[in-house]
Structures are given as C-alpha cells and as structure tokens.
C-alpha cells in the first residue's frame, strides 16, 4: 500500500496536481493507517467546484483555441474550476467588464500597463503571445507603406484594443498622431475594402487572410519594425481577485496552459469545435481561415521556444520606459504587483484538514520522507532547467542587443551609403554617408521618392530593375546609376539594391546600398578620352609602342608598330626577328645598342631604316630604356617606334630646295641691287625733271601774273569793269597753277626724302594752324576743342604737313556754318591701337565717294564753293602711309566730317610702298 501511495504521490507531482495530490496521498495514507474512514475522503473530493468567468476581448476564434481546449477537455474541471467562456465585442470593453465584476478574468493588450500605471488594480497573469499581433492594415495598391505614409489619412482604431502602440510607432517616427485622421473603429472590414477609410488597426492572424480571401492584396505595419514591441492577448484578473482566492489564479493559469499545449497539438480538433460555436460560421470563418490564422499565431506566441505564458517584468518596465519617452504615460510609476507571482503557500483549507489528521503524522513520516527527497530532486532538477533558460534568455538578449547594437553602429559608419525605402520607393532612413551623397537631410529624404532623386535619363532603367525585384524575378542587382544632388549637380553612385520580404513573402522593404563613383567616372573618362588622344596621336604621329619581357617570350607590339613593319595587327615576334627587319647596315649596330640597354640599362634613341614586312625601305625612330624591379635588376625593356619616312623625305627636300633657293636669292640680289641702282638713276633724273618743270612752268606764269597786274594798275580805267574782272581770273587762274605745281612738287619731295623721326606736338601745330586761320578772318565765330599733349614720334616736318591740310580743311569747310565747331584728338580702338581724329560740322560729303577723297585732284566740291588744289588728302594719304599707319574718313553731306589716322609702329615704309 506505501509502495502504491509513494507513486500515486509522484504521478500527482508529475501531473502539477500539488494541493489536490497532497490531499489524496494524505487521505490514503489515513485509510491505510485506519485513522480517517473512506466516506471522509469521498466528501472531499465531492466539493463542488469553484465558478469563474473569462472574457474575451473578441469573437470566437482560433485566436482563443487554448482556453476553448482547457474547457473542452476538463483541464479547468480537474483544478476544481467551473469555467465559464464569455465571448467578447466592440461593445464589451475587457478591462471594464473585469474591473467591473462581470468577469473574473479577461484577456487584453498591453493597454493593460497603462491601466495599471493610471491606478486601476490590475494584474497580468500571462502573456500568450510573446510579440502583439496588432498591425495596421491597408490595401497594397494604396501604397501605405511607413508611418509617414499615414500622414493626412484616415485610420480607424479602437482606443482600448492596441491603440497605444500604433500612437507608440507613430512617435517613434517623429510623427504628431495629430495629423493622422483617426476615427472610431466600425469593426467592418468592408470600410477598408471599399476605400471608405485607408487604414485599419486589425490583427495579423485574422484580417489579412479574410482580405485576401475576398482578393484584395493587404499591406501590414507591424510595430516591432519600428522599434515598438509589446506582449499581446494578456490573461489578467484584478487584485481583489488574487487575493480573495490565491489558489484560484495559479490553478486557472495551470490549466491555461495545458489548454494550449493540447490546441496546437490538436489544430483540426479545435478548428472543428469553434466551426460548431454559435455565429462562427455566420461571420465567414472555415477550416481554411482558421488553419491559416494557426499557422500565423506560432510565429507570435513562440510555444517551441519560450513555454506559453511567459512573461519578463523587465520587459514591462522597458515598455513603460518606452511610452515615457514618448510621452504617453507619465514617467517613474513603479509596476510592482503588475506581474502575477504563483504563491508557494498550500491551500489554508488543507492545512486545517491536515491539522485535524496530526495524529497520523507518524504514520506518513516515511512517505512525506520519500516524497520530499522526490520533490527535492523535482525542484533541483526544475531550478536548474529555470536557471539554464534564464542564462540562456538572457545570453540571447545580450547578443541580439550587442548584434542591434553593432548593426546601427555599422549603420552609422559604414562609408558606403545606406538607404532604406517602401516598395514604392518613400524614404524611410538613410545612413550619414547616404545624406553626404545625395545633400539631403533625413527629414527632407522621408518627404521624398526616389524616383526624384533618380537623374532622367537613368529612371527608366532603375524603374525596370525595382519591377522585376518586386514581381521576384531577381533577388538583388546592382547598376551604376546617377543621383540628382540637393544643388542639381549629378553624382554617379554604384548601387547595390535588394528586396526585404515579410514571413508571408509580401515585399515590405527596399535596402540600396550606394558607393559614389562620380571621381572614378570622371577619372575613367578622362582615361578614355587620354586613351582616344594617345591613339589618334599615334595614328596621327605614326607612333606606337613595345615591350619586351627578359626573361623570355615574344615582344609586345601595339597595333601602330605592327602596321609600320606592316605585320598583322597583335604580331608578337622574337627579339631576333625584329633585328631581322633592321636594313643590313643598320642590323649589327642595332643589335649591338640593344644588348647595350638590354645588359648595362643605357637608353638609346635612334633613327634607321627598316625593311618592312613587304620588302618596303621605312625609316623609323626606335627609343628603348630599360627597367629594373626592387633589387635593380633589368627584367624588361620597352620604348616606341615611329615612322619618320616623311620627315626624312621632307629633310632631303628642304636641303635641295634650300641649295634651290640659296642660288634664286644670289640671282635676285644681283637682279635687286640693278634695280636700286637704276632706281637711285631715275630719282635723280626725276629730281632734275622736278626743278627744270618747276621752272620752266613758274617763270611763264610769273610773267603772266606780272603783266596783269601791270596792266590792272596801269589801264584799269581803258579795259573797263568786264576786262578788270577778265585780268581777275587770269590772276587767280594762275595762282591756283602755282599752288597746283607747288603741290606736286611737295608731293614728289616728301616720297623720295627719308624720314627724320622725332617727337611731334600735333597739339601745338594744330593750334597754330587755326590761329593763322583766324588771323586771316577774324570776323568768324568758331568754337574749337583741341585735346592736350597729342605727342607722337614721326617725321615733324610731314606730320605738321598732315596737320596743316586736315586742320586747314576743317576750317574751310566751316566757312559757310553761323559757328564752327573744330575738335582734334585721340582715342584708343577696340585692338588697342590708338587712333587720332579731326572732327568738324562743316559741309560734309557723302560716303558714296569716299573712295576719291584721297586721290590725287580728286575734289568732292566746286571750287566756287571751296578753293583747293585737290592734292591736300592725297598727300596726307602718303605721309601717313610713309609712317605705317593708314587714314579714312566719315562724313554726312551737311552735317560734317571726321577724319581718322594712325602712325602705326613708328617705322618708315619703303618707297614702293607709297607709290
């Protein structure tokens, strides 16, 4: 009977039936002691059980499989609990109805820490689901990716049922929960479907399968991507009730606990009890839906990895802290008693049983022996299983912090940049290295797509790439691409681009890791274009290179090389080969020059010629140096080749031709120093021609000039007034023939004497000019500008003729004009030269004859109007000519003239060049 006992004791043990197998094993052993008759025993066991309710905080579903097997399979029976299942509403709040009293225990969310810390007495007793399966829910072609996406938008929520984490992840985001629409959850799935609304708070193992089943793509947010990772679908009851009953609790959480065990060992068992609760059916659910939201539950209450239930208390008080931080709750609020501790006291009735039984204490000494050496060895083994999960779970922390903790390190300064975008393309977080690329800010970025970031011409083809990562065609790819910078500068970048997925394979991420190339792009164009430039050089130059490897092998030739030997193009001949194209006379000297380099490193530079591949004579220039490694040892010789055949042609040429004209100029020396002398013969007869015309024509118009005014003195009265005005025009006729000889004698005299250069005051001559001018007449009015220190070297005895004639003129042609205006200056020209000017508002010209005004007795008036020789401009023409410059003029017939003139370098021209 001890035997049977101590065992029945273990099994109770083994089963966790502590309180109720105490009392059994303490009931058999007074039986067999004969101490305690057997109708005892029955009347303990005959207790009706205790009667408790639990609320759910929804509808039936598979979501609450565990408490449905507990009831089901008399798990809540055998703790002595008659356990009645409330199912639960948008109108029934689970935190009210158990505050309230309506239901001893209820099943809630993390809102239950805020409760707790806003004063209300409740408890939590277990967390099912070790991550909260609340999401935020929107149809995939609205393109809601990121909290930011939320902005502007209309979500519905229900504010005791995971509202506090998505307000939680909005924060995180440096979002103001006040921009986003937020209204009353409806609890109709049809509102999101319809577009009524654009976002929903839902539950990842429910909703998202009812939307597709209807085909409608769902797009989740989940929390914990945001750094927001709360427990989910909390047992709890209040204070009050704990410490009314403390047995009552533990024994519930016990049978919670095998309830789950056997729900996810028995999917189909109770997929087909809750297909058979009232309404199930009703609202769409079927085996498929609720397999599927089984499926989705394990990845959220982890029964292969933690046992169902766990809680970790600093785990509540890092998601205080959390809501602190973003102000949702107020800081410091200690949470102990929030976490439910199971009590290690036995049950007070059993104890005042097992007093009333004292006597037979002796009785069961050896069993209660046996069975605390069996409970000392649970204990241990149990303490050790405990500790070695808490040393396990706490190394797992350790390492997923240190590896968070080395990946945002990583993050933040890795030089390559780092960006994180929605399948759609909005930014959601870029490393520092990605803002020094592109010049934005993280705050400027999340307001952006990237296809705005994307230069235009490289959009269409990043655009195709995304395409065929969305649909799963490829799992990454990279492509150098360019970036339009915050200035509208363009920076190359090499991009690295791949796909995030979810657990069930929808896209939820676009990782782009970039690298700036824009200095190797522009060094490798730059190396393009040098590398085109070389070749048309070479090409142009006929010039290539070669090399060659002393420790044995072909010579390398560039393609220039091979085309001079007129070989085919990669031709890699011996070194003995190439000496063989050297001509005979040229092969042992080059042979000899190249061991030279070859052996001792002397470089050498030499022009010889080749017999090429066609048997055609080339000359060519070869250049060689040689090479050395580390040690100074020679392992290679390289140089270049180019064709100078032309240049020698050319060099054969210039010397003939330089004998050519060596013999060309001797003959045209001898040709020229005749012609000076022939010249210098004709001056001088010209010179004697000049005087005896001079005087052969003076001396009759002198007797002319004479005998008229002899006879106007002499007869005046005889010959009448038509005779005095007869002997007036011969006068004039044969002054003006003077003036005119005089003219052409100037003229002739200033071609043929040299120029004696020396400093000329124009100012000065022409402000003695108009003071003649004006001593002549001076009853007119004339207003005269004459700029100051007009110095320049020239031949001062022409310059003052050129003054002489154009200030002269100014003042003639002004006659006619009420007040002359004569201004004479200079000014530098566009080329810098500097130009010098007469100007006056005289009687003008027009430009149609500009051609003649500096041809000899060209005149563009009657003399009646203007006297004149018509050889004044002429010779201005030439003095100025004779100084290197040129003359023109600008005239309007009227209004005046303007005359310019240069002296260009000082130097006298050639006397042919003013003929």
Not at 95 to 120: E, P, T, Y
Not at 175 to 204: M, R, T
Not at 377 to 386: C, D, F, K, S
Request: charged share 25%.
């Amino acid at each position: 009977m001890s035997r049977f006992i101590s065992f029945f004791g273990f099994f109770c043990l083994r089963r966790k039936w502590r309180a109720s197998g105490i009392a059994i094993l303490s009931a058999f052993a007074l039986m067999a002691a004969g101490m305690v008759p057997a109708p005892a025993f029955a009347a303990s066991q005959a207790m009706p059980a205790e009667r408790v309710s639990l609320q759910l905080k929804w509808l039936h579903q598979f979501q609450f499989a565990g408490y449905y097997a507990a009831q089901a399979k008399g798990f809540y029976r055998d703790e002595g609990l008659d356990v009645e299942i409330l199912e639960g509403g948008a109108d029934k709040p689970v935190i009210a109805q158990v505050l309230g009293g309506q239901a001893d225990f209820g099943i809630g969310d993390s809102d239950l820490l805020i409760s707790r810390i806003n004063g209300q007495p409740v408890v939590a007793v277990a967390a099912i689901f070790q991550h909260s399966p609340y999401i935020i829910m929107s149809r995939q072609d609205r393109n809601i990716r990121t909290p930011a996406d939320l902005i502007g938008k209309t979500v519905m929520l229900s504010e005791d049922q995971g509202a506090v984490q998505f307000r939680a992840m909005l924060k995180r985001e440096g979002i103001d929960p006040a921009l986003v629409n937020i209204i009353p959850q409806s609890w109709k799935l049809g509102d999101l479907i319809s577009g009524k609304v654009d976002a929903v708070s839902a539950y990842a193992t429910a909703e998202p399968s009812v939307m597709r089943a209807r085909g409608v793509v769902p797009a989740m947010m989940r929390g914990v991507d945001y750094g927001v990772d709360f427990y989910g679908d909390i047992l709890f009851t209040t204070q009050a009730h704990i410490a009314q009953s403390p047995g009552r609790t533990d024994a519930f959480l016990r049978a919670t606990r095998k309830g789950w065990d056997y729900a996810f060992s028995h999917e189909d068992e109770l997929i087909d009890l809750i297909l058979q609760m009232d309404g199930a059916v009703q609202r769409g659910l079927t085996r498929q839906t609720l397999s599927e939201e089984a499926r989705v539950m394990r990845s959220f209450i982890l029964p292969d990895v933690v046992e169902i239930g766990h809680m970790n208390p600093a785990r509540f008080d890092a998601t205080a802290r959390t809501l602190a931080t973003l102000g949702l709750v107020p800081a410091g609020i200690p949470l102990a008693g929030f976490v439910y501790e199971p009590p290690d006291a036995v049950n007070p009735r059993l104890l005042r049983w097992m007093t009333a039984a004292g006597f037979a204490v002796f009785v069961l000494a050896l069993l209660g022996l046996l069975w605390n050496m069996q409970i000392r060895r649970r204990v241990r083994e149990r303490t050790e299983q405990l500790q070695a999960e808490v040393n396990h779970r706490t190394e797992v922390q350790q390492q997923l912090k240190a590896s968070q903790d080395m990946t945002q390190l990583m993050f933040g300064t890795a030089a390559a940049g780092i960006a994180m975008t929605t399948p759609g393309g909005k930014f959601l977080m870029a490393n520092p290295a990605y803002h020094a690329t592109v010049g934005y800010t993280q705050a400027e970025l999340q307001v952006m797509d990237m296809r705005e970031l994307t230069h235009p011409e490289d959009c269409v083809r990043y655009e195709e790439m995304t395409r065929q990562l969305l649909a799963g065609e490829v799992d990454t790819f990279s492509h150098e691409m360019r970036y339009l910078k915050k200035g509208g500068d363009a920076v190359w970048v090499r991009a690295t681009v791949s796909m995030v997925r979810s657990a069930d394979g929808a896209p939820t991420h676009i990782i782009a890791v970039t690298e700036d190339i824009t200095q190797r792009r522009a060094t490798e164009e730059k190396l393009r274009q040098s590398e085109v430039l070389l070749e048309i050089a070479g090409r142009t130059a006929q010039l290539g290179g070669w090399m060659l490897d002393l420790s044995g092998g072909p010579m390398t030739w560039s393609d220039e090389v091979c085309k001079i030997h007129e070989m085919p193009m990669g031709s890699k001949p011996l070194l003995h080969e190439v000496l063989q194209y050297c001509s005979p006379e040229w092969r042992e000297k080059m042979k000899a020059t190249f061991g030279r380099c070859s052996r001792d490193g002397v470089a050498f530079d030499e022009e010889m010629e080749i017999i090429t591949a066609s048997g055609r004579r080339v000359w060519v220039r070869a250049i060689a140096e040689a090479l050395r490694d580390d040690r100074g040892a020679i392992t290679r010789v390289q140089g270049a080749y180019q064709d100078i055949t032309e240049r020698k042609q050319a060099e054969h040429r210039i010397v003939r031709l330089n004998a050519e004209l060596e013999n060309r100029v001797s003959r045209r020396t001898a040709s020229l120093e005749a012609a000076n002398r022939e010249l210098a013969s004709v001056n001088r007869e010209l010179e004697t021609f000049s005087y005896s015309v001079s005087h052969d024509l003076r001396s009759p118009l002198n007797t002319i000039d004479g005998f008229s005014t002899l006879l106007e003195r002499t007869s005046g009265s005889l010959v009448g007034e038509k005779g005095l005005h007869y002997l007036s025009r011969i006068r004039a006729g044969t002054r003006q023939m003077g003036d005119l000889i005089e003219g052409l004698l100037s003229l002739a005299k200033l071609s043929r004497d040299p120029l004696q250069f020396g400093a000329v005051n124009l100012s000065g001559i022409a402000r003695q000019v108009l003071q003649e001018c004006m001593d002549r007449e001076p009853v007119r009015e004339a207003n005269v500008c004459i700029q100051e220190s007009l110095t320049v070297q020239g031949d001062p005895r022409l310059l003052s003729v050129v003054v002489h004639n154009l200030v002269g003129n100014a003042w003639k042609f002004t006659s006619k004009r009420v007040v002359a205006h004569i201004e004479m200056g200079c000014e530098t020209a566009v080329n810098g030269e500097t130009v010098y000017f007469v100007k006056d508002n005289g009687a003008g010209f027009d430009m149609a004859y500009e051609d003649k005004l500096f041809t000899t007795f060209q005149r563009l008036h009657s003399p009646s109007d203007f006297s004149g020789s018509g050889i004044g401009l002429a010779t201005v023409q030439r003095i100025i000519a004779r100084h290197g410059g040129r003359v023109w003029a600008h005239g309007i017939e009227g209004q005046g003239a303007d005359f310019y003139f240069t002296l260009g370098d000082g130097k006298a021209a050639s006397l042919s060049d003013t003929l």
